[in-house]
Structure formats: structure tokens, C-alpha cells
């Protein structure tokens, strides 16, 4: 509140001062602040400073909102036109995690494939790929809970990568833990023809052609 009574005068005196613009919006998103004018802020050094950087501060905020689309809008903006594969990865893993939360699964799918092609060793790519997989186990058919295998496989891969992210590592170990909870029974398998350790093509969803291991509840 402080801040915004602070700038919404100097930038009012001044709106075409790009650096009070600059400032008031480092210092805001600094703050967490996730006020309308924060983002009439934003939107406004977003317009003079088209960055990846700036782009991603303003996705975080709507993302907050859940305005995905207009999240989305500026992730999209900054990716057409960014160069560094560093900061490629770092808007598609924004991309990758409002897509899960929105449930747009397929493009969350799309972002973490990107995100496995520029770097393999990113955590955030199998942590969206396990909750795009267990998604797709949306029926009691086999063909359906054998995407937990996928899954788990993906969300464990996920777990180990992420050390550096305590707080997302320790929700990676509880959804592996759901989806092995959720795998196909003995019982399902055997009447399904299949033994536990053999190999296993997932035919359903988004793990669709994922290769897997057959596993026991």
C-alpha cells in the first residue's frame, strides 16, 4: 500500500518517466504485490521493456490471479522473441506449470518436452510430465491406470532432480507416492495377461507411446 501511494503520484506527474515505471514495478514485484495497479505498472514497463525477465514477473502475478490467459499472453510474447536457451527454459517451465494448473495438459506436455530438449537434467520437465500422465488415467480400464506407471516414473525422475527446490521435490515424493498407490491390481493384470517387470507401451491419453514397466498395486 505504501509503495502504490508512493508512485501512483510520481508516476502520475510524470507517466512518461520510464525509470520511476522501472522502479515502482522491481519494487512491487519484490514485494509480492498483486494489486491493479501493480500490473497497470507492469504492463505499462512491459510496453518500453519487452524482456523475458518482465514478462515472467507479470505471469507470475496473473498467474496468481488465475487470469491464465493473460499470463500465457505475455510468456508467449517473450518466447518469440528470446534467444538465450536459458531463459527459453525458464518461460516454458512458467508455461509448463500454468498449463497444469489450468488443465491445459496438452500444452503442458509441449512445454516440458521443450524444456527435456534444451536441458535434460530439469527437474520441472518430469514434474509436469507426471501430472500431465496421471491426468490421463481418467477411467477403470487398464489401459487408463497403467498411465500411473508412466506417471510415477516421470514424478519420481522429477523427486531426484530436485534438491534445489525442497518445497517442489517434497510434492514430487507425495504425488509418486499417490501414483504408485493408484497402480493396477494383481488381480487386473493377471486377467489383462501381463506380469509384473514386463516392458509396457502406454495406448491411452497423453502418455500415449510412453514406454513404461509393468508394476503391482
Given at each position: 500500500e505504501n509503495l502504490e501511494t508512493i508512485f501512483s503520484k510520481k508516476i502520475a506527474d510524470n507517466p512518461?518517466?520510464?525509470?520511476?515505471?522501472?522502479?515502482?514495478?522491481k519494487l512491487m514485484a519484490r514485494a509480492n504485490c498483486s494489486s491493479d495497479f501493480f500490473f497497470m505498472v507492469g504492463e505499462k514497463h512491459y510496453a518500453a521493456n519487452k524482456t523475458?525477465?518482465?514478462?515472467m514477473l507479470l505471469a507470475q502475478g496473473f498467474q496468481a490471479r488465475e487470469e491464465f490467459e493473460k499470463a500465457m499472453k505475455y510468456l508467449s510474447e517473450a518466447l518469440a522473441t528470446e534467444q538465450d536457451s536459458a531463459e527459453k527454459e525458464k518461460l516454458?517451465?512458467?508455461?509448463?506449470?500454468?498449463s497444469i494448473q489450468s488443465k491445459n495438459y496438452a500444452e503442458a506436455v509441449k512445454a516440458a518436452n521443450e524444456?527435456?530438449?534444451?536441458?535434460?537434467?530439469?527437474?520441472?520437465?518430469?514434474?509436469?510430465?507426471?501430472?500431465?500422465?496421471?491426468a490421463s488415467a481418467n477411467c477403470s480400464e487398464l489401459k487408463c491406470q497403467a498411465c500411473y506407471w508412466?506417471?510415477?516414473?516421470?514424478?519420481?525422475?522429477a523427486a531426484g532432480l530436485l534438491a534445489a527446490e525442497p518445497s517442489i521435490q517434497e510434492s514430487a515424493k507425495k504425488m509418486a507416492a499417490s501414483f504408485r498407490s493408484a497402480f493396477p491390481t494383481k488381480e487386473e493384470c493377471f486377467f489383462n495377461?501381463?506380469?509384473?517387470?514386463?516392458?509396457?507401451?502406454?495406448?491411452?491419453?497423453?502418455?500415449n507411446g510412453v514406454s513404461t514397466t509393468v508394476r503391482f498395486r
Open positions: 512518461d518517466d520510464t525509470k520511476i515505471v522501472e522502479q515502482a514495478f523475458s525477465e518482465v514478462a516454458y517451465v512458467r508455461i509448463g506449470l500454468i524444456i527435456k530438449a534444451i536441458n535434460p537434467e530439469n527437474g520441472y520437465a518430469y514434474f509436469i510430465l507426471g501430472q500431465s500422465y496421471a508412466a506417471a510415477f516414473d516421470m514424478m519420481n525422475t495377461e501381463l506380469q509384473a517387470g514386463a516392458a509396457y507401451t502406454i495406448k491411452h491419453g497423453f502418455a
